[in-house]
């Protein structure tokens, strides 16, 4: 270079000093775009039609204020280097509109809980027994309530006192699904101290459980295998229903009005316009079958409009074709096999265990003392 | 003025001025404007445009030296 020439000298000060705050802006830059594909916005709303279920679900759930990367990639360079590159197929699925409708789940290459899940949750903490209040109304005029109160016996604690439901975390329960959804469990093995597996099988499965599968498949027990909705929950219009009655968010004074929200929105419809459009027709009802009420409650019967519509939004998504049924929610037992996909159905595999089958009775899991009282 | 007319009196000069005013702009704008989080594919061009700015800049860094050897 001919660096007596001043002009070249200071053309290639200028270079080297834009090349050195270019680094900088670089790091900054490149920091905000992480930060961007990091954040909720990203993505939930970019790639909109394919995510608008999940998005919207996940707005209402008790992890609205968790960021989608917290549970799908979690912290440390390697998972966020897998992910970005794991994404990169998805971009041209979902541009060439390739993708699944609806989204197949359980996600694959989900990080595990304890890694996720686990750094905000400690499974250690004992919970004790957790007492649950269900209010629930009936389709009829005066939109009869019923209470049921059910007490859960969460449990849990340190691995060695560890008890009732969340002794599956403090364990080591390893078990082995044999259908993409996991909800066929064809072998269980619980750790015992001396690092041994005492072993369950599906009797009608034992052939299905070999070596290979066994080593290749086997998944270790963690809180996304009962709590695989905690977060894009699909609640039906009538759980919705009832919850909003039950906060006073929908006057339950109004009469039919649980009937008429289910009919307006059970089963689902085609589009959200057409749910809207249904939903709005409930004042047309009031103004003609009940005048009375329609003159003195008109604010009653406009704010339960909105909350339907609310309601609407949240179960309506006819372009992923995703209802409040598409996705099994393993907790509990109510819709879906859940703790039963392996309680009362796995027999002991050791020869001196005679065949005992996992323990299925209602009183491991609940207790029914305050429903008698 | 005579000064930088002298430092940019070539389009490699040039370019490389207007890729680096570029990306202080982008890097600003990012930093104050909420409008990327508003409409994320505007996001995504507008964060992606750093790097893609940097290896530009790069590239014309690399040529400009190639040319002063002339």
Known sequence: ?373 | MRYLREIFDDWLTRAAGINFVLIVALVMFNVFSDLPERYPLFGVINFSMVPILFISGGIIFVLAILKSYE
């Open chain 1, 1 to 373: 270079m001919q660096m007596n020439y001043r002009r070249h000298r200071e053309k290639l000060l200028f270079l080297m000093f834009a090349g050195a705050i270019g680094i900088i802006l670089l790091v900054i830059g490149g920091y905000q775009l992480i930060e961007f594909m990091d954040s909720t916005s990203f993505c939930g709303r970019l790639c909109h039609e394919v995510m608008y279920p999940e998005y919207t679900a996940y707005q209402a759930s008790p992890h609205s204020r968790v960021a989608c990367t917290e549970c799908h990639v979690g912290s440390g360079a390697d998972y966020l280097v897998k992910s970005k590159i794991s994404g990169i197929p998805l971009i041209f699925t979902t541009i060439a509109g390739n993708y699944d409708r609806p989204i197949p789940t359980p996600v694959e290459n989900l990080r595990p809980a304890r890694e996720t899940c686990e750094q905000c949750h400690r499974p250690e903490r004992f919970a004790g027994d957790l007492v649950r209040v269900h209010t629930t109304y009936a389709a009829d005029e005066t939109n009869t309530e019923k209470v049921d109160t059910r007490i859960l016996r969460v449990g849990g604690g340190e691995s060695e006192v560890a008890q009732d439901i969340h002794w599956h975390i403090a364990a080591k329960v390893w078990y082995l699904p044999i259908d993409k959804k996991r909800q066929e469990i064809a072998w269980v093995g619980v750790e015992d101290e001396a690092g041994g597996l005492i072993e369950y099988v599906d009797p009608d499965k034992v052939a299905e459980v070999t070596p290979q599968r066994l080593a290749e498949k086997k998944r270790l027990m963690d809180c996304v295998d009962c709590h695989n909705r905690a977060t894009h929950i699909f609640r039906s219009p009538e759980e919705l229903i009832d919850m909003a009655l039950a906060q006073g968010k929908i006057d339950k004074t109004l009469p039919y009005i649980k009937k008429l929200g289910l009919e307006a929105l059970d089963p689902p419809n085609p589009s959200l316009e057409q749910a809207f459009t249904k939903v709005e027709a409930l004042e047309e009802f009031y103004r003609t079958s009940y005048p009375q009420v329609y003159q003195e409650r008109r604010e009653a019967i406009d704010k339960a409009i909105e909350e339907l519509k609310e309601i609407a939004r949240l179960t309506t998504f006819p372009k992923m074709k995703v209802t409040w049924k598409t996705y099994i929610d393993n907790l509990g037992h109510q819709e879906s096999p859940g703790c039963f996909r392996c309680h009362g159905k796995l027999v002991a595999a050791a020869d001196d265990q005679e065949g005992e089958v996992i323990d299925a009775d209602c009183q491991l899991c609940h207790y029914f003392e305050l429903q008698q009282k």
